[in-house]
């Protein structure tokens, strides 16, 4: 049986109650897709499905800043994953962290909900130990959907919230060590709903992408150049947060914007486009190459070499019921490598995340939580066995060792960490 016939034959739509933004509630061939289910202050445990609306998901943009700090952690890291206690508000649900590391420090961060409200959290790890959780003062309501990278001195943090009207897309940058170093300040233009942002970082050179669930947009700050927020020219046929870009920096400057786009939601592949600086995007390139079957859940990390791994889940041709994990890379000379399968897991994969590494994490299984499996230049393993979460984010710290948050399965739903020692 093909994927479309598996679940719903009808497309729903509905109403974000955060944002009037309007989303998708059908299936993309598994059940909702990345960012079909908002995951908002009054969504239920049950109701929200990990996805790259922040699990972005872009994971550890670290190209300035990877190189070990001198010395051994003084928290360092076990030989095996080992998960942390809760950080998140025990009486509130955890969604989306997001993972930036740097040398010197990693930085976390999340949203969580309850009473009706949403607020940005993050903490910072130096040496692998993990310091105070901080909520960020954000004067708009309802700050969620982060996305993370690393710039030359700390970090800068994506998200969006409500100004009254509807979403808009928000950033604060951040020292090395957590300091907020400026009032937050608006990305997209205020007069228009602004979603699920995706943000890069290469040096001080920052650049966003976000969607309205009809087209993309981007921004840039930094001294390669400053863009104020414009629709990047995407000719999509689906709509719906189904189509949340997500974007990377090249060697050359050029930015790189990564989505799913196709005929149907449940036939959809991997698209590509690019940007030279001062210029325009460019067409389309196909990364995935499978036009009957359904690429999604797809997310990206700008790599030291100056090369774009592309992470994203994909339909079995033989066993259409099951999505396994695959890879592309976009090399820095604008060659695009055939995809790839980190395994046959014959199951079906969930919103896999990437750093900088490469290394990618995921679960399988069930919508919002399953097994976590982390591949780390070999085969995916389980890890934490017995521990079944959603939202895995993946990140790599200065020591090398792998850093890992990702939501776990209690009541309300809350926010982990688990660290692995380079091996």
């Known amino acids: 049986m093909r994927a479309s016939n598996l679940v719903l034959l009808l497309t729903l739509t509905a109403c974000d109650d955060t944002n009037g933004v309007v989303r998708d509630a059908s299936t993309d061939g598994r059940v909702p897709d990345v960012a079909s289910i908002d995951a908002g202050p009054d969504a239920s445990a049950s109701d929200v499905q990990p996805s790259d609306t922040g699990a972005d998901a872009t994971a ?19 030989p095996e994953f080992v998960a942390g206690p809760r950080l998140s508000d025990p009486e509130e649900r955890a969604f989306s962290p997001t993972v930036a590391t740097r040398r010197g420090a990693s930085l976390v ?11 940005l959290v993050y903490v910072v790890l130096r040496g692998g130990c993990v310091g105070e959780v901080q909520v960020l003062d954000e004067p708009l309501a309802n700050p969620k959907r982060a996305s993370a990278a690393s710039t030359t001195d700390g970090f800068v943090l994506g998200y969006q919230a409500n100004n009254g009207e509807h979403d808009v897309v928000r950033a604060v940058w951040l020292s090395a060590e957590g300091d907020v170093l400026g009032a937050p300040e608006t990305i997209s233009a205020s007069d228009r709903i602004a979603a699920v942002v995706s943000v890069a970082a290469r040096g001080d050179d920052v650049a966003f992408t976000w969607t309205d669930s009809q087209t993309h947009y981007f921004a840039r700050r930094g001294p390669v150049e400053t863009v104020e927020a414009r629709e990047v020219g995407t000719v999509l046929t689906t709509r719906g947060l189904i189509i949340t870009p997500h974007i990377g920096i090249a060697a050359d400057d050029s930015l790189l914007l990564v989505y799913t786009d196709g005929p149907r939601l449940d036939v959809r592949d991997v698209l590509l486009v690019e940007r030279p600086v001062g210029g325009d995007f460019g067409p389309a390139r196909n990364v995935s190459g499978t036009p009957d079957l359904l690429s ?15 992470v994203y889940v994909e339909q079995d041709a033989d066993v259409v019921e099951t999505f396994e994990v695959h890879y592309a890379r976009r090399t820095a000379d604008g060659d695009l490598t055939a995809p790839a399968r980190f395994a046959t897991q014959r199951s079906v994969a969930w919103q896999p995340s990437v750093a900088a590494g490469p290394v990618a994490a995921w679960h399988i299984g069930g919508i919002s939580s399953g097994p976590l499996h982390v591949a780390d230049g070999a085969e995916p393993e389980h890890v934490l066995p017995g521990t079944n979460g959603g939202f895995a984010t993946v990140g790599i710290e200065p020591s090398g060792a792998l850093l890992l948050a990702f939501v776990d399965t209690e009541t309300p739903p809350g926010l982990r960490l688990a660290r692995r020692a380079e091996q």
Request: one cysteine or more.
């Open 296 to 310: 999604s859940d797809v997310v990206v990390a700008s790599l030291p070499s100056g090369d774009l791994e592309i």
């Open 60 to 78: 550890a943009d670290a190209v300035p800043d990877m190189e070990p700090d001198a010395g051994a952690d003084p928290c360092p890291a076990d």
């Open 109 to 119: 961060a999340w949203h969580q909900a309850g009473g009706g409200t949403s607020q």
